[in-house]
C-alpha cells in the first residue's frame, strides 16, 4: 500500500477497539514469566553451553599476542575463540566500530574473545585467564579538548542550516542571550543485558536474542559471518528494554555464533553489565551554544544554536540542533554542528537522539530570554509559537498544538502559583515550578504484515516488528481487531521473527505508527480477498461483530475463511506528504522541585505532561510510555553521568551500583494528558509516535524548575548538589 495522500474515513475511525484503553495482552505472559527473553529460550533438547566475552583492556592501539593456553586448560571449557582465530571480517552497515575480528582495537572492552565452557561460572572463570598483550596507541577521549579539532561532516547528516542574516539581526538586538551548555554521556542501562543463544544446523544458523530490529540485525550479522542472509533466523519476541542500544547489531550475538560453531552446541552469551557502557553504544556528550535575540515585547529575531560532539572515526553526530529548526518562529537563524574525533565507544542512538540532549539545552535557553525580556517563560513560549516550518516558511505543519499543550498544562499545573526563584518556601525547602516545551518529529518507515484468517474465525497476525515494552503486541491485535470486525481475544499477534514479513522495527519514535499501518495494510488485502471470495463488493462490505455483511447477506468470518483459510499480506509505503508538511510532534513538561536549602539535595514533587501526538492507539500503553520517558528524563536531570577516564580512555562507572539511574523513590505523582488529535498525514491510524516525546524537554523543565526554587542557574548537566549549594541562600 502506497500513503500518498491523507487518510480519509476508514475502518479504524470505527474506534470500537482501537484507542481504547485495553490491558497488554502480554501482560500475564510477562508477569507469570512464561514469556521468555533471549537468554531464558530453552529447548529440552538442547545441550546449551555458556560464552564470556572478554574485552581489551586498552582504548587504541593493537593486539600483539594472546596467550590462551591456561584458559583452554580450565575445567569445563570447550572452546577460546579469539579475535586473532577468525581474522578480519566485514563491518555491518549501521555499526561504527567492527564487534569482533582481526587485531586492531578501537575502543576500550571492545570484544576480543569469547571462552565457553559447560556452565557460566566455568567461562566466566576461564576468561580471566587470558592473557594478552597490546601496542598502545596515544588516543583522544576530551570533547572539551578536541572541540577545536571537530569538523563539519558530510552533507548527508545536515549539519548546518541558515536563513536571514542571524549576525546583524543578533547584533541589532533589543535584548539577547548568550550562553553554553553541557550535556554528558549517558547509558541506555536497561533491565535486560545484550543476550542471544546462536545454534547451528550445518550452513544455518539460529539465534534468539534481543534485538529492536530484526532484518537490520540479520542483514549485518550475515555480512559479520561471512554468510548468506537467507541462511540465518533471528528471533527476538520479548525485549526487557533497549531505549535505542538494541538498534543495531551488538557483540553478544556474533560471540555466540562464533562460539557455537566452534563447539557444535548451541551457545548463550550475556554481556556483564560492566561490558555494557564500554562494549557497546551510548548517548554522546555534547557542548552546545545557543543565542537569541529578541525584540522588547519577546518577539524572536535572531536565533542560532551550535553543537559540537565526538564520535570513533566513521561516526556520526548527536544532532542537537534539530528542535531548534522547528520548534520557535523568527526571520533570523542559524544551526551548526561540528564533530570531533573520540575513542570512546561508539557513540549512538539513545531514546530521542538529538532533540533529548537538544532540548536539554534550548529549554533552558529559552527560560533564560524569557526572563531578560520579563515575560513569564510559558507566555514567551506561545508569542514565538509559528505553525509553519520556520526555515521553509511555504511548508506548513501538518498539526501543531503548541499552544494548547502549554495552555492546558499551565492550567491543570497551577501556573499561576510560580513566584519569583527563591521566593516559595516549604519548611527547610525551597520550591519552585519549571517548564519545558516537548517536541520530536514524526518518523515513519515501511512496514509490513501477514495476515490470516482461519476457519474458527481467528485473525493472527505475522511481522517481524518487535516489542521493546512500547505495547506492540496489544495496539497491533487491537488494529486487526478493528479492521476484521472481531474482538481482540479473537486476534493472536507473532511478532520478532526473521520468517516474517519485515517491519519498520522499534526505535526513532516510529514503530507503533509505521508497524500498524502494515498491519492496516495487509488486512485491507484480507478483506479483499474475503469479499472476492464472497462475490460482495469490496467497496461498501462491513465488518463486525465477526461477521462480514454486504447488503442484506451476513456471512460469519469463520464460513468465509473455509476449511484453509485466507491469507492478506502487504507493506505500508510513503509517499511524498513529509516534504509538503511538516510532521512531528508536540507537548508541554511542567514539573515542580524541592530543594533543600542547607544540603542542595534537589526533589522532584511531580510532574504534569501534555502530549499533543496523533490519535493516541492505546492510553495505557501510551501513559507508560511518557510516564517511563518522564522518569527516565528525571535521571538525565539530576543523576546521570558516564564518567570518562580521559587518560585510559574508558567510561569508569560502568555498572547500576554508581551510574545513577532514578529510582523508584526519586519520582513522586505523575500525570499525562493526550490532546485530542488526529493526523491524516501522518498515517492510515492518523497517529504519531510518543515514546520519546515524553522525554524530550523533561531534563530543561526540571532544570527550571531548580532555578526557580533558588535563583542559581546551572547550564550544565547533571544538576547534582556541588553546582548549587555555592549558591543557595544563607540557611536562616
Keep these: 500500500m502506497q500513503f500518498d495522500t491523507p487518510a480519509t474515513t476508514n475502518p479504524i475511525d470505527n474506534l470500537k477497539v482501537v484507542g481504547q484503553p485495553i490491558h497488554r495482552i502480554d501482560g500475564q505472559l510477562k508477569t507469570t514469566g512464561r514469556a521468555m527473553y533471549a537468554y531464558e529460550w530453552h529447548d529440552p533438547n538442547m545441550r546449551y553451553a555458556y560464552g564470556y566475552p572478554v574485552g581489551a583492556a586498552i582504548a587504541k592501539g593493537r593486539i600483539t599476542s594472546m596467550d590462551v593456553s591456561a584458559a583452554k586448560k580450565a575445567p569445563g571449557v570447550l572452546a577460546v575463540v579469539t579475535t586473532l582465530d577468525i581474522g578480519e571480517r566485514k563491518k555491518g552497515r549501521f555499526n ?31 576468561a580471566s585467564l587470558v592473557k594478552v598483550d597490546y601496542a598502545e596507541e596515544k588516543g583522544v577521549f576530551d570533547l572539551g579538548q578536541a572541540k577545536d579539532s571537530a569538523v563539519k561532516p558530510d552533507e548527508s547528516q545536515q549539519p548546518d542550516t541558515a536563513v536571514g542574516d542571524f549576525e546583524a539581526a543578533f547584533r541589532s538586538a533589543p535584548v539577547t542571550l548568550e550562553a553554553t551548555y553541557t550535556t554528558p554521556d549517558q547509558s541506555h542501562s536497561m533491565m535486560e543485558p545484550h543476550a542471544s543463544i546462536a545454534a547451528w544446523s550445518g550452513d544455518e544458523l539460529t539465534v534468539w536474542t534481543s534485538s529492536q530490529m530484526i532484518d537490520w540485525w540479520r542483514t549485518d550479522l550475515a555480512t559479520t559471518l561471512g554468510i548468506d542472509k537467507e541462511n540465518v533466523h533471528l528471533m527476538s519476541p520479548f525485549i526487557g528494554g533497549g531505549f535505542g542500544g538494541k538498534l543495531f547489531l551488538r557483540a553478544d550475538a556474533v560471540l555466540a555464533a562464533f562460539g557455537a560453531k566452534a563447539v557444535g552446541r548451541p551457545v548463550k552469551v550475556a554481556l556483564p553489565r560492566p561490558l555494557m557502557p564500554n562494549n557497546t553504544t551510548h548517548r554522546p556528550a ?42 520557535y518562529a523568527g526571520a533570523n537563524r542559524m544551526t551548526a554542528m561540528r564533530l570531533a574525533t573520540l575513542h570512546l565507544p561508539e557513540g549512538n542512538a539513545m531514546r530521542a537522539p538529538g532533540e533529548a540532549p537538544g532540548l536539554m539545552a534550548l529549554e533552558i535557553a529559552i527560560d533564560e530570554i524569557a526572563e531578560k525580556v520579563g515575560i513569564d517563560p510559558v507566555q514567551f513560549r506561545i508569542v514565538n509559537d509559528t505553525q509553519v516550518d520556520p526555515e521553509k516558511p511555504q511548508r506548513p505543519f501538518s498539526q501543531r498544538n503548541l499552544v494548547g499543550c502549554l495552555t492546558l ?98 526505535g526513532g519514535q516510529f514503530g507503533a505508527n509505521s508497524s500498524t499501518s502494515g498491519v492496516y495494510a495487509a488486512c485491507v488485502k484480507l478483506r479483499e480477498a474475503i469479499a472476492k471470495k464472497l462475490g460482495f463488493n469490496s467497496e461498501n462490505i462491513v465488518f463486525e461483530n465477526g461477521e462480514v455483511r454486504s447488503g442484506n447477506r451476513s456471512v460469519p468470518l ?76 528525571a535521571g538525565g536531570a539530576l543523576s546521570e553521568e558516564l564518567a570518562v577516564d580521559t587518560r585510559r580512555g574508558f567510561f569508569v562507572n560502568h555498572d547500576l551500583a554508581s551510574y545513577e539511574v532514578a529510582v523508584h523513590a526519586d519520582i513522586p505523582h505523575q500525570e499525562v494528558i493526550f490532546m485530542d488529535e488526529t493526523d491524516p498525514m501522518s498515517s492510515p491510524m492518523k497517529a504519531k509516535g510518543v515514546g520519546e516525546l515524553g522525554l524530550c524537554g523533561v531534563a530543561a523543565a526540571i532544570a527550571n524548575a531548580v532555578y526557580n526554587a533558588t535563583g542559581v542557574r546551572v547550564r550544565h548537566y547533571p544538576l547534582t548538589l556541588d553546582k548549587l549549594i555555592g549558591g543557595l541562600p544563607d540557611v536562616a
Design 286 to 327: 555534547t557542548i552546545q551554544r545557543i543565542r537569541i535575540g529578541t525584540e522588547r515585547d519577546g518577539k524572536i529575531t535572531a536565533i542560532a544554536h551550535e553543537s559540537w560532539s565526538g564520535d570513533l572515526p566513521g561516526g556520526g553526530l548527536e544532532t542537537a540542533v534539530n528542535q531548534t529548526r522547528l520548534l
Design 558 to 633: 469463520a464460513e468465509a475463511a473455509g476449511p484453509d483459510g485466507l491469507v492478506g499480506e502487504d507493506t505500508i509505503k510513503w509517499g511524498e506528504l513529509t516534504e509538503t508538511h511538516q510532521q512531528s510532534t508536540f507537548g508541554a513538561h511542567f514539573v515542580e522541585v524541592g530543594v533543600d536549602i542547607a544540603t542542595g539535595e534537589s526533589r522532584i514533587r511531580r510532574m504534569l505532561a501534555v502530549c499533543a501526538a496523533g490519535r493516541i492507539l492505546n492510553p495505557i500503553t501510551a501513559r507508560s510510555q511518557v510516564i517511563g520517558a518522564m522518569t527516565m528524563g
Design 96 to 126: 561504527t566500530a567492527k564487534l569482533f575480528g582481526g587485531d586492531e582495537v578501537q575502543h576500550y572492552h571492545q570484544a576480543i574473545a569469547v571462552v565457553v565452557a559447560e556452565t557460566f561460572e566455568q567461562a566466566r572463570a576461564a
Design 409 to 506: 498544562g499551565a492550567e491543570r499545573f497551577g501556573w499561576g502559583e510560580r513566584g519569583r526563584p527563591g521566593s516559595r518556601r516549604d519548611g527547610s525547602w525551597l520550591v519552585g515550578m519549571g517548564v519545558a516545551a516537548a517536541f520530536r518529529n514524526n518518523l515513519v518507515l515501511p512496514s509490513g504484515a501477514r495476515v490470516k484468517l482461519d476457519r474458527e474465525g481467528v485473525v493472527t497476525v505475522e511481522t517481524d516488528m518487535t516489542d521493546i515494552g512500547t505495547g506492540s503486541y496489544t495496539i497491533i491485535a487491537q488494529t486487526a481487531a478493528e479492521m476484521m470486525g472481531v474482538t481482540i481475544d479473537k486476534v493472536a499477534v507473532q511478532l520478532g521473527d526473521s520468517r516474517f514479513p519485515v517491519s519498520a522495527g522499534s
